[in-house]
């Protein structure tokens, strides 16, 4: 395994900051309750966690627009903190990851307000700066994600500048040289720091079209959807231009040894894995968000994994997300019972698993009272379901009404849900965390797992299989996506692990298994099958 790096052996816990642990008192997360919570990530079985953005920050979009780049926010602590932090993750042998948000800075970042105070400012050209249409409007017609035109009006210096979110998060123009010196400086201060990567943020839409071009209209636009999908964005995402740029982040980062970096990429997968770099220069790891999306059938997400397998460079080395900050939390996506086989096909696909903090406990999308609705995407669009509040609440750490969260009032509800906290949890033996738990204790021991190829995936009624193997140790995966028994075909063998906890230790010794509904299990394959 030793050819392997760290971040290929390892599992990725993302944490959001605002909602893991309140030390102060504030109802917010901090950097200090990380800190005091990395115990039980390591014990959890976890090898790196991933913080969501803890620079200073107006929290328009909570983080997501950075208002310094080399400081921490004082609502989640200090650079101090942040030294120790990474300090105690390293001794326990966890890695930290930091999220990368260069597409665009927030408009109380001093750069901005530079480059919007003339026109001949040296820091005009920071940013993306156009005249207005003949007719005085935007001067083209790019939307933004966040509903509207993508183009702002400043009447100090007559011009409009372009934000693909809110228009207090304005694009960096990433086709000048100071701003690509300035943001790897901005690297190197971190990783000068001891950060072991960088998840990067919207990775994909760095470049703009260097002419400007209007966007064509999507045929395919489905009215309830987000505005910007009225447009194809021929010329605001995956412009060649781009790959220098990710090339050029990546240079860096080796520099200082074994560092990953993780891209945020939205993209089909053909698109997707030319992230990886042509030579695998690129991106360690564009993160393949496609178990997100994905319509919950064993027939689908065979095709999937094989198509996404087949479509891998050689170079390239896979990952899997089930959730992140951005998207409905899987255990309500797909149920309880199937979260439990979806932690089961997350930790036994080939490639680095990212977890999303609660998932391992089960936690389901929050209900978000309208007058404590936080977030910019649905106070701006409201009630076409773009709203993130629910996948944020704060995690949940016991049964009290505050979950152990903070000892103030948390800045989002608490959600409930009998037993969905890591104490009761870890006291269940057949519970989601003590499941996850024994899920990622066998990734650890299992050099298949890890190292190994992803051969014979299939799709047979409800059932998913494939097989993982390295050398003569074989691994026969079994899920049944669905809640109806499936008798199905099987080597022999030992079952290693059962999501529902029915089977394990079993001996296999005929050619059939009757699957329940919801079960998934891992069998030992005997070397004679
Ligand atoms: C992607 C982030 O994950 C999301 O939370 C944010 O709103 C946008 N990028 C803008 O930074």
């Known amino acids: 395994m030793s050819k392997l790096a760290w971040w290929q052996r390892g599992v990725i816990y993302q944490v959001y900051p605002r909602s893991f642990q309140d030390k102060n008192g504030d109802g917010i997360g901090d950097l200090a309750g990380i800190t005091a919570r990395l115990e039980y990530l390591a014990t959890l079985g976890v090898d790196a966690v991933w913080i969501s953005p803890v620079y200073p920050s107006p929290m328009v979009d909570f983080g997501y627009d950075v208002a310094d780049y080399c400081a921490i926010a004082p609502v989640f602590g200090t650079l101090g903190d942040f030294d120790r932090l990474v300090a105690h993750a390293h001794e326990l042998g966890l890695k930290v990851l930091l999220d990368f948000v260069p597409n665009h800075s927030s408009d109380k970042h001093p750069w901005f307000t530079e480059s919007r105070s003339s026109r001949d400012n040296a820091k005009r050209d920071w940013y993306l700066w156009r005249d207005p249409a003949p007719d005085g409007g935007p001067p083209n017609n790019w939307l933004s994600r966040m509903g509207g035109s993508a183009w702002e009006w400043d009447a100090l210096t007559g011009q409009y500048y372009y934000h693909a979110f809110l228009r207090e998060q304005p694009d960096l123009n990433w086709r000048n040289a100071d701003v690509r010196k300035e943001m790897d400086d901005v690297l190197r201060f971190w990783l000068d720091r001891g950060v072991d990567g960088f998840r990067v943020d919207v990775l994909w839409l760095l470049i703009k079209d260097a002419l400007f071009r209007d966007n064509p209209p999507n045929p395919e636009f489905k009215a309830g959807e987000p505005d910007h999908h009225r447009q194809l964005q021929t010329y605001t995402e995956d412009q060649p231009e781009v ?23 939205y993209l089909p997968v053909p698109q997707l894995v030319s992230y990886y770099g042509p030579n695998g220069d690129g991106a360690n790891m564009p993160f393949n968000f496609q178990l997100i999306g994905a319509p919950w059938n064993a027939a689908e997400i065979a095709r999937i994994v094989s198509d996404y397998d087949h479509a891998l460079p050689l170079h390239a080395w896979p990952n899997w997300v089930l959730g992140n900050h951005d998207n409905p ?17 997350l930790l036994t696909l080939r490639g680095t698993p990212t977890l999303y903090y609660g998932d391992e406990i089960g936690m389901t999308n929050g209900v978000i009272p309208p007058d404590r609705v936080q977030d910019p995407a649905e106070l701006r669009q409201p009630g076409i379901g773009q709203g993130r509040d629910p996948e944020r609440t704060p995690m949940q750490w016991d049964g009290s009404p505050k979950a152990g969260f903070s000892s103030g009032v948390p800045w989002l509800p608490v959600s409930g849900g009998d037993s969905v906290n890591v104490i009761d949890q870890d006291r269940a033996t057949s519970s989601m965390l003590t499941f996850y738990k024994r899920l990622l204790a066998l990734r650890r021991s299992e050099p298949a797992l890890v190292e190994g190829a992803i051969e014979r995936v299939m799709a047979g009624a409800n059932v998913l299989t494939y097989e993982r193997h390295v050398g003569s140790e074989r691994l026969f995966v079994a899920l049944n996506m669905a809640g109806t028994d499936a008798s199905i075909e099987i080597p022999q063998g030992t079952v290693v692990l059962s999501a529902m906890e029915g089977h394990e230790g079993k001996q296999i010794a005929g050619t059939t298994l009757l699957l329940a509904g919801d079960e998934g299990v891992v069998i030992r394959v005997s070397p004679e099958s």
Do not use: P
């Open 243 to 265: 790959h220098d740029i990710v090339r050029s982040m990546r240079a860096t980062l080796d520099e200082y040894g074994e560092r990953v970096l993780v891209g945020e990429i």
């Open 329 to 345: 939390r899987v255990a309500t996506r797909i149920g309880a019972r199937q979260a439990r086989v979806a932690a089961m096909l």
